[in-house]
């Protein structure tokens, strides 16, 4: 099934959605960006399942184009989905990592049952990808991958973003 997608221009920690998407550093501990901000709204509950996945099966943290989820705290969703998305290149084309930043993503999703979910422009800031290429790439992708969720919702910080995201989405 094809999830229904929309587009919102706005702040994804005040999304409602069964699953946020994190856009995470490999630490999984916090950064800037998104991962702060969801770290910072969604309290000390999503730091400590980060932590037990440390110590356990990410002892070297997640690897880029992986996802794993936690708790999702404080915010308004069950879960926070982690995903590491590459840094771009301009020699290196890295693009299939960040498609699999959504296939995975969405995969860990259906394990949980979540049924809708919402993204960021993953890679898209300080990662540096273009907002165009990595709008072209996250549609696709979730337009091409097979899951139960039912709608994905993109989360755009900026206008440009969304419009990126919009001219995509057709």
């Known amino acids: 099934m094809t999830p229904r997608i929309t587009l919102v221009r706005g702040d994804i920690t005040e999304q409602r959605a069964d699953a946020l ?74 693009s299939g990592l960040l498609a699999s930043c959504y296939r995975e993503s969405l995969g860990v999703a259906d394990e949980l049952g979540a049924r809708t979910v919402a993204f960021p422009a993953v890679s898209a800031g300080i990662f540096g990808w273009p907002t165009d290429d990595a709008a072209r790439i996250a549609v696709a992708t ?10 994905v919702t993109f989360v755009l910080f900026d206008q440009d973003a969304y419009d990126a995201f919009a001219r995509q989405v057709g």
Not at 143 to 148: G, N, Q
């Open 21 to 94: 998407v994190n856009a995470a550093n490999s630490s999984l501990l916090g950064g800037g960006g998104v991962d702060g901000a969801i770290h910072r709204r969604g309290g000390p509950a999503i730091l400590e399942d980060c932590r037990k996945l440390r110590a356990s099966r990410y002892g070297k943290g997640l690897p880029t184009g992986q996802a794993v989820a936690t708790t999702a705290g404080e915010l308004d969703a069950r879960w926070v989905i982690h995903t590491v998305g590459p840094v771009h290149s301009a020699q290196e084309d890295r």
């Open 142 to 151: 979730v337009r091409a991958t097979a899951t139960s969720v039912e709608e």
